[in-house]
């Protein structure tokens, strides 16, 4: 199985804060990368897909980049609805595997 | 707009079988290049998949279920389940349906295919217990 880590695990921010999320494939897996943030009580929802590409809907405050084994997730100027946790996912191989969470929280 | 809701026992005695369904609303399970996941989260921990179908019936499952998992769709109602034999309660968590959508991304002088999982429902919670 392909593992998936990503840094930091948790992290306190304001809004107005840029945010940057990490995300490692144990082995290479293209650009074949997804992003979703998870927050209690509502559906997942997916960010970014192929690594960079916004989902419809989605703000453009977030970004994706990278491509390989080490990926980033940006949050640029966060928003109060932004805490959350997030989630990477490697859709190149099956099973599919999520990388372990990173909790965005306020400070 | 495609919705996905959960629907299932939330209690379930060890040895037991797990069985959850998931319905679909406002799109279709016979759609040609969809999958159908599950995906699960137990309390305190990360997600995992469990496996996916698609309109043909082929499906794929994750090892670490040791070939307890079963997902099957039923395209006359419009939903596809799980189920889960020989519950512990390891299997305790959040169960989570989703829809898995292709999409053709172009560059310079090609295609390349991606799979997301694009809607998902809000989850049901199940807990194995006596």
């Known amino acids: 199985d392909i593992q998936m880590t990503q840094s930091p695990s948790s992290l306190s921010a304001s809004v107005g804060d840029r945010v940057t999320i990490t995300c490692r494939a144990s082995q290479t897996i293209g650009r074949y990368l997804n992003w979703y943030q998870l927050r209690p009580g509502k559906a997942p929802k997916l960010l970014i897909y192929a690594a960079s590409i916004l989902q419809n809907g989605v703000p453009s405050r977030f970004s994706g980049s990278g491509s390989g084994t080490d990926f980033t997730l940006t949050i640029n100027s966060l928003q109060l609805e932004d805490f959350a946790t997030y989630y990477c996912q490697q859709s190149d191989f099956t099973p599919l595997t999520f990388g372990p969470g990173t909790k965005v929280d306020g400070k | 707009q495609v919705q996905l809701q959960e629907s299932g026992p939330g209690l379930v005695k060890p040895s037991q079988t797990l069985s959850l369904t998931c319905t679909v609303s406002g799109g279709s399970v016979s759609s040609g290049t969809d999958y159908w996941s599950w995906i699960r989260q137990p309390a305190e921990k990360g997600l995992e998949w469990i496996g996916r179908i698609n309109n043909s019936g082929s499906t794929n499952y994750n090892p670490s279920l040791k070939s307890r998992g079963t997902i099957s769709v039923d395209t006359s109602k419009n939903q596809f389940s799980l189920k889960l034999s020989s519950a512990t309660a390891a299997d305790t968590a959040v169960y989570y349906c989703?829809?898995?959508?292709?999409?053709?991304?172009?560059?310079?002088?090609?295609?390349?295919?991606?799979?997301?999982?694009?809607?998902w429902g809000k989850g049901t919670t199940v807990t194995v217990s006596s």
């Open positions: 989703a829809r898995e959508r292709l999409i053709a991304v172009r560059s310079t002088d090609s295609y390349s295919y991606y799979y997301y999982l694009d809607v």
